[in-house]
């Protein structure tokens, strides 16, 4: 598998000086930024790319190269298959997309593939795809462009499996460009004629540097062996799954899209919940779930949550949107209430929700924060906090210094939700993110960003 | 009920020259920018505020004021309205919190009040609230800093009443700084002692410039009465809910902040469903459905949903998410898929979701979305259509005038859904805006959207 992520030598056949095709920019991207490797472009239409010589076909090349990329036209990839198959070439990731996804003849390509594929005992990758990324390598295969790959590609400890090329495209930049979390491995593997998910998570399974694993799927192939790779992972990786097909619609469209036959949602709904696996329902989830799981402590597996708000309303919310994700409001201790009694005012005596608003007009944000925020994060009963923040320029002139520490020390996962005067947004934003706490602007995600840490320490 | 949102005169009780107390602000606000009635400010400690005279107490004012705005200790509260009644007060508004809310000593004060607003017809806002707003009559009473309100406090056709004062003030801050839609009235009602939701949607009933009406509210008071007036006004104008106390934790939750008894969801969630209301879980829910309302078309009641798209993955997941809020996937005419053939490569005939990427690889950004969303929003069989957008400088290029046609021919509302280079986030939702098109960032908000038009539509 490693050769889809660092070969010795890469042929890119479909590569092209016109700098609007996915031919070019696979093959440009290639030779910009990897350097393990020798990159060689395929073209029997063509004898320079920007100076680099372009050679005819795989036969002409001046070695067997470890890795065959083929993005030409589908009708050209069977006989493409025959020709790397005997030259030796083991490797072959089609991003060429016409195969099963177009129904007869595409089907028809498919099977004339496979056949050549394992009567030569090789192993080939798509079609219908975007690719592979090894971030610490620089190796980027996606037929997109890259502009100033070496600066935003971020190593981290964060793979992605995507059926679906354009997400995985989309979302990394997304990642990248918003500062989410640092990447480890990519990998777009398109109709997965033979190569799936399977194979890529037992690989990421040895990979020390990836901590987490998100998933794109429209279809999960080999459900036992998917299950028992996952629940072998439990503990050591965290693994989150976006699945496409819940609905009979999205099954339909999934079918024209990758070929891929969903299956009934029920069956693959318990099984990923058995095997320790976090479901999501959208993409905008997968992302806040992979970076608070990233970047953030997890609770002890326990479900009991503190609020710390500075609305009574926003707490009642906040207290609904846990319960539908399985979560609950704590119970603060009698030692916990005694500490924060002093600092409200006698009408209105503590409790979870934690009502700093009252604190905050009598003390200032800062006295309020760094006195609260501690104090319910010390209590056994807590597992994780919720801090529910208006935004204003008062708001800004928080010091987050306090509360950093108390995160350090009792290391439980602080998240919060933003709510009021939009300008502030930014600034409190980054306030928080200092202290390593992710800010949402819906209530829910926060629940479920927690629903999520829970279900991967329990 | 006119009385609380434009009255011919007006007294703050605890107004203070004391700039961080809340009772600065209802009095320096309403001073400043209420220009219908006289704004008297009551305090026995003071003598003038900015140079305005400050009374010693009601009795000592030139008039008998037609609105009393309290906001002074709760302990002094039931005085000051036995104070009003003998004055032939007949409107007060308690900003004041300590009722029913504290427990005991609360319950006892909140009694003495409505036994003298019974013995003298007078009508109570509150307390434990926010008070109340007329944008187009710049009467703003909250408690709190309004900077540049003559700029920011946009008229428009939506109305909110919540019965979080926070909520009330920091949604307002966000729906008006964030252009999201313009304002009617805010009733911020507290623990409705008195006055309570019914009254407010009856008044507003009345209010021609009340287009939709935003809740948030913990209990449904007089669960009858509401529904009545809910139906009555289904058709005319638009009413959105989200009510905190779903659970069992929100319920206590609630009767701490505003002594609400939240009451069983299942008979609040089937009653509202019923009287035509739009039930939201989130308050960016309430936010996005709001804007939608006040913006968009709405389709015939049809739940037939088009996606077009540039990722097949996308499209997937949005079906889910249109499923899962009761909506569908529209089938197209046999005259549209003949209309866009010419447009798609061979290998790819259109269906819904219409994946355009292979078209605009081919003609462009410009061409593919230019043909593409008129053919699909004239289709017979479509409502509504999402439009799953990849964020990238080529996205910036977009030249959105005829799709700004075909929506305004059609008639059909259009939203979008972005994901992608987040610097190209902003100047494409800029773009799109000039469409009309409200872009989300989740993309279960474009079907919580949608759900919400079609619910009112029907």
Known sequence: MKSFFTPASVAVVGATPNKIKGGFHIFNN??????????????????????????????????????????????????????????GVKRVQIQAAGFTEVGAPG???????????????????????????????FFFSPFMPAPDLHKVLIPGPVS?????????????????????????????????????????IRYLAGESDTR?????????ARGREFLDVARSLSGKKSLVVLKGGR???????????????????????????????VRVNDFIELINVGKALATLPYPRGGANIALITVTGGGGIVAADLLNDFGLKLANLTETTIGRLAPIFPAW??????????????????????????????????????????????????????????????TKKPVV?????????????????????IPVYLELSQAARVLAGLKQIAT
């Not at 030569?120 to 610490?136: E, F, K, L, Q």
């Not at 990394?172 to 190569?195: E, H, P, R, S, T």
């Not at 987490?212 to 999960?220: A, S, V």
């Not at 760094?370 to 597992?383: A, F, G, R, Y």
Request: glycine fraction near 10%; proline fraction near 6%.
């Open 212 to 220: 987490i694993i998100l998933m794109y799927l429209e279809g999960i």
């Open 416 to 436: 919060s939700w933003l709510f009021g005067y939009i300008p502030s947004f930014e600034p409190f934003t980054n306030l928080m993110r200092r202290a390593g």
């Open 247 to 277: 609905s009979a619609g999205g099954r339909t469209a999934a079918l024209s899209h990758t070929g891929t036959m969903a299956g009934s949602d029920d069956v693959v709904s318990g099984a990923l919940a058995q095997a320790g696996v």
């Open 107 to 137: 089907i028809v390509r498919a099977e004339a593939v496979m056949k050549t594929v394992r009567e030569n005992d090789m192993r080939v990758w798509g079609p219908n795809c975007t690719g592979s990324v090894s971030a610490r390598d």
């Open 160 to 200: 992605i499996i995507a059926q679906s090329g354009m997400m995985a495209g989309g979302f990394l930049l997304q990642v990248l460009d918003g500062g989410y979390f640092g990447i480890d491995k990519v990998a777009a593997i398109g109709n997965k004629m033979d190569i799936d998910e399977v194979d890529i």
């Open 30 to 87: 290639l030779a910009t930024y990897y350097k393990k490797g020798t990159v060689y472009p395929v073209n029997p239409n063509y004898d320079a790319i920007d100076g680099t010589k372009v050679y005819r076909s795989l036969s002409a090349l001046p070695e067997r190269p470890e890795l065959v990329i083929l993005f030409t036209p589908a009708d050209t990839i069977p006989g493409l298959i025959e020709e790397a198959a005997r030259l």
């Open 348 to 409: 209105m005596p503590p409790k979870n929700p934690v009502d700093i608003w009252p604190t905050m007009e009598l003390r200032g944000i800062n006295e309020a924060l760094q006195s609260v925020i501690p104090i319910v994060l010390e209590d056994e009963n807590v597992d994780a906090a919720v801090i529910l923040a208006f935004a204003s320029p008062i708001s800004e002139r928080l010091d987050i210094g306090p509360i950093t520490s108390a995160i350090e020390k």
